[in-house]
């Protein structure tokens, strides 16, 4: 399960940042979340929740997702447009010189400690 394997690097990276900075408890966790990050929120969310009762700093952290647009940009024409909508040929100019510039990662926005 590929969600097991993101949920388990970000608690592994936050549970160090809390031991170096003494942390006692982190409270709340928010995350970027990218639309073609093939992360899917339910399994993401329940993975989470089982492991974070591993952790030593986040038994009671509660999950923010913020869902990121995924955009593609089209060198050809210079335009961005929606990942999702289109895919990669450019809905403007059928030019297949597009690359991903938003939407494929994880990424850790903010994190409430105690
Ligand atoms: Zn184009």
């Known amino acids: 399960m590929h ?3 993101i949920v388990v690097h970000v608690i592994n990276q936050i ?4 031991k170096k900075n003494n942390v006692n408890k982190v409270v709340e966790l928010t995350l970027e979340v990218g639309e073609v990050s093939g992360v899917v929120k339910e399994y993401f969310v329940d993975a989470f929740e089982w492991a ?8 009671d952290c509660k999950l923010n997702l913020v869902i ?7 060198e050809d024409c210079k335009k961005t447009y929606s990942t999702t909508e289109y895919g990669k040929e450019c ?7 597009t690359y991903l ?8 926005k903010n994190v409430k400690v105690e």
């Open 15 to 18: 549970e160090e940042l809390s």
């Open 3 to 5: 969600e097991l394997g």
């Open 91 to 97: 809905p403007y100019c059928h030019g297949p010189h």
């Open 52 to 59: 974070k009762k591993r952790t030593e700093y986040m038994k």
């Open 68 to 74: 990121i647009q995924g955009i593609t940009y089209c």
């Open 101 to 108: 510039v938003t939407g494929r990662d994880v990424m850790i």
